[in-house]
């Protein structure tokens, strides 16, 4: 049985290589898709088959899924653009005659009203047209976003945002990794499952700021910004202003309650609690 991860060399895609060798998965019977070689030299090492493919590129992708039963598509990241690349994967899947598609897309993602969603609810539609059977793991929020955030958060004593009272269902990204990996060695049949899945702490960011603070010694207090005012602080620190846009979207979102879920469907996956994020804090305060 052999298994791809697409984005293999990326934060994600790594992580659940080791996940998935963790739980006795040959190295031999996974290939790692990348875009440059030459990043994946680990890899190859270990014994897995590293393939050089493009989600621009559909015949690329038609030769790395050659042989392979099931598939981790992980969402890209050219907003705008993942439709079609996506697109391109499943199609390839389609040609290879692959027997489970895994994808990463975003947690409510049929009802979220966040700028990103919209790719997400596109691919899923076109996964459930597909003859290549899917699992759906839509992930919520990842506590490394804040990895920046939490520093500055102690040198001025204040976190922006702009979630109001809303409460954010982070987990960490090995988590999701964790999750990903579950699915695709799973005994059970996974065809059309769909999978909410958020951390144990949901925190709103008043709560998130008293965390920071425990964790350092500085007293942290969270300052509640517009969605607008907040999207202008960012692109005044210097965010490039889609970025910025998807952030302040983001905290909006969260907000309305739409990267909240207490489905426990993380845990249920990965068999144990979400890394605490006080982990995180420790991690971005080094």
Known sequence: MTTAVTGATGHLGGLVIEELLAR???PGDVVAIVRDESKASK???????????????????????????????????????????HTNVIE?????????????????????????????????ARLRESSVPAVILRNGWYWENYLAAIPQAVSTGTLFGAAGEGRLAAAAR?????????????????????????????????????????ASGA?????????????ATLVGAGLPEPVATMLASSDAGIGRGELDTDSGDLQSLIGRSSTPVADIIAQALG
Not at 45 to 62: C, E, F
């Open 24 to 26: 006795g998965v040959a």
């Open 43 to 85: 890899l190859a090492t270990q014994g897995i088959t590293v393939r050089v493919a493009d989600y621009n590129d559909p015949d690329s992708l038609r030769n790395a899924l050659a042989g392979v039963d099931k598939l981790l598509l992980i969402s890209g990241s050219e907003v705008g653009q993942r439709l079609a690349q």
């Open 92 to 124: 390839a899947a389609e040609a290879n005659g692959v027997a489970l598609i895994a994808y990463t897309s975003l947690l409510h993602a049929d009802t979220s009203g966040l700028s990103l969603a919209p790719e997400h609810v596109a691919t899923e």
């Open 174 to 214: 090995a988590d999701y990794a964790a999750a990903a990996a579950a699915a695709l060695t799973a005994d059970s049949d996974q065809a059309g499952k769909v999978y909410e899945l958020g951390g144990d702490e949901r925190l709103t960011y008043a709560e998130f700021a008293r965390a920071i603070g425990e």
């Open 219 to 231: 007293t942290v207090e969270y300052r509640d910004l517009s969605e607008a005012d907040y999207q």
